[in-house]
C-alpha cells in the first residue's frame, strides 16, 4: 500500500530527495551572477574600485617617462566576454608624471594596435573623472587584441600625487552602460 501522505514508499522518496537536491544546485549555478562586484583596495594606494569578478595580480617593471623603471601593479579579471583592469605605479618624483601619464596612455593604444598619436585625437576622448584625482584623462578607442580580432578599449588614466593609475575595460564590444558606468563610477581616491 502506498503512503500518499509520506511522498510514496521509501525508494520514491529517496528519488525525491535527490532530484530536488539536483534541482536546487542547477538553480544555485544558474543563479550565479555574471558581474560579482567586490570592491578592490590595492595595497600601497588610496585608490577604492569596484571589480566585477575576483582579480588577478601582477607585477612587473616599466619605464612609461623613459625615465627610471617603475614598480607596475595591476589587477586584471574577465568576465561577460570582457577584460577588466585597474593598474598603477609610485614614480616618486611629481616631475615625472605628465611623461609618465602620456606614456601609458600611448601604450594604451599600442595594446590595442591603435596608432600612439591617436591620445591627442579629440575623437579618441572622453570625459572621466575620479573623485580626489588631480587629473583624469579618458581614451575609447576600437583596436585589435594580440590574435588580430577586434576589440574595444576604454580607459581612464588618473593621478594623485605621484601616483599614476589606469582603470580598462577591453572587449569585442563595449555596449552594456550600465556595467560600464558602475566599472568607472566605482573609481575614488578619499
Known amino acids: 500500500m502506498l503512503d ?51 582579480p588577478e595580480t601582477a607585477t612587473r617593471p616599466v619605464a612609461l617617462d623613459g625615465g627610471a623603471l617603475n614598480e607596475l601593479r595591476m589587477y586584471s579579471c574577465d568576465t561577460g566576454g570582457l577584460t577588466f583592469a585597474v593598474s598603477w605605479l609610485e614614480l616618486g618624483d611629481s616631475a615625472r608624471v605628465p611623461a609618465a601619464l602620456n606614456g601609458w596612455r600611448r601604450a594604451s593604444l599600442g595594446a590595442v594596435r591603435v ?17 580626489g584625482a588631480a587629473q ?39 555596449n552594456d552602460s550600465g556595467v560600464i558606468a558602475t566599472f568607472f563610477d566605482g573609481l575614488k581616491l578619499p
Open 115 to 131: 596608432d600612439a598619436a591617436r591620445a591627442e585625437d579629440p575623437a579618441a576622448q572622453w570625459s572621466g573623472s575620479v573623485p
Open 4 to 54: 500518499f501522505a509520506s511522498g510514496g514508499p521509501p525508494h520514491r522518496r529517496r528519488f525525491h530527495l535527490v532530484e530536488s537536491s539536483i534541482f536546487a544546485l542547477l538553480m544555485l549555478v544558474g543563479c550565479s551572477p555574471t558581474f560579482n562586484w567586490r570592491e578592490l583596495r590595492p595595497e600601497g594606494t588610496p585608490l577604492q574600485a569596484l571589480m566585477p569578478c575576483k
Open 136 to 174: 583624469a584623462l579618458g581614451l575609447t578607442v576600437q583596436g585589435t587584441d594580440y590574435q588580430g580580432k577586434a576589440v574595444q578599449m576604454r580607459a581612464l588614466h588618473f593621478v594623485r600625487g605621484t601616483q599614476v593609475y589606469q582603470a580598462a575595460i577591453y572587449g569585442p564590444s563595449l
